[in-house]
């Protein structure tokens, strides 16, 4: 059963760091890539970064370049996600999901960013 | 980056009723892949490449559509198809979702 549970999630303080871990099983991670996606409060759903399966290609939407970077660990079969400068609109649930089809997907873990 | 607007933006649907939601694209995409959002828990995949259906979905979903339209249909709505729903795209980057449609029981 492919399972996927992300980690790292709380209160930080606005400026501040916060790294968030996503742990995977039941699939041979290093034959996928990966993805962060993230949910504000009552809001929508906004894809946030991808590696490739292999970690050599990232993407990333603009409000985080620079600020957020995505990697991973195959040894490890876990997925990062390292968001530095962190804003109150960085506030949301943050889901990992596997490419291409975003087929699963973790339980999420909430960032809450507030002074 | 390719927009992607969905409507309504919020509807309710009687027992047995037929619904169809709706998905356009600021520029042509090559798929379109929805999925089902129940209260707080994770996103599912009901439909992907626009008209295959995921794996355990009730074939009373369905999806169709090409270039800048693209649909979600519900054959027969259900309590349980109670939820918001999302189309999202992955033909360019950054992948890009809509805005979502709240689907309530009427």
């Known amino acids: 059963e492919v399972q996927l549970v992300e980690s790292g999630g709380g209160l930080v303080q606005p400026g501040r760091s916060m790294k968030l871990s996503c742990a995977a099983s039941?699939?041979?991670?290093?034959?996928?890539?990966m993805a962060w996606v993230c949910q504000a409060p009552k809001k929508g759903l906004e894809w946030v970064a991808t590696?490739?399966?292999?970690?050599?290609?990232?993407y990333y939407r603009d409000s985080v370049k620079g600020r957020f970077t995505i990697s991973r660990d195959n040894a490890k079969s876990t997925l990062y996600l390292q968001m530095d400068s962190l804003r109150s609109e960085d506030t949301a649930t943050y889901y990992c999901?596997?490419?291409?089809?975003?087929?699963?997907w973790g339980q999420g873990t909430l960032v809450t960013v507030s002074s | 980056e390719i927009v992607l607007t969905q409507s309504p933006t919020t509807m309710a649907a009687s027992p047995g009723e037929k619904v169809t939601l709706t998905c356009l694209a600021s520029?042509?995409?090559?798929?379109m892949y929805w999925y089902q959002q129940k209260s707080s828990a994770s996103p599912k995949l009901l439909i992907y490449?626009?008209?295959i259906l995921a794996s355990g979905v009730p074939d009373r979903f369905s999806g169709s559509g090409s270039g800048t339209s693209y649909s979600l249909t519900i054959s027969s709505m259900e309590a349980e198809d109670a939820a918001i729903y999302y189309c999202?795209?992955?033909?360019?980057?950054?992948?890009?979702f809509g805005g979502g449609t709240k689907l309530e029981l009427k």
């Open positions: 999901a596997r490419e291409p089809l975003f087929n699963y």
């Open positions: 039941g699939f041979t991670f290093n034959n996928y890539d």
């Open positions: 590696i490739s399966y292999d970690g050599s290609s990232t």
């Open positions: 520029s042509s995409v090559n798929y």
């Open positions: 490449y626009t008209s």
């Open positions: 999202l795209q992955l033909t360019s980057t950054p992948r890009t």
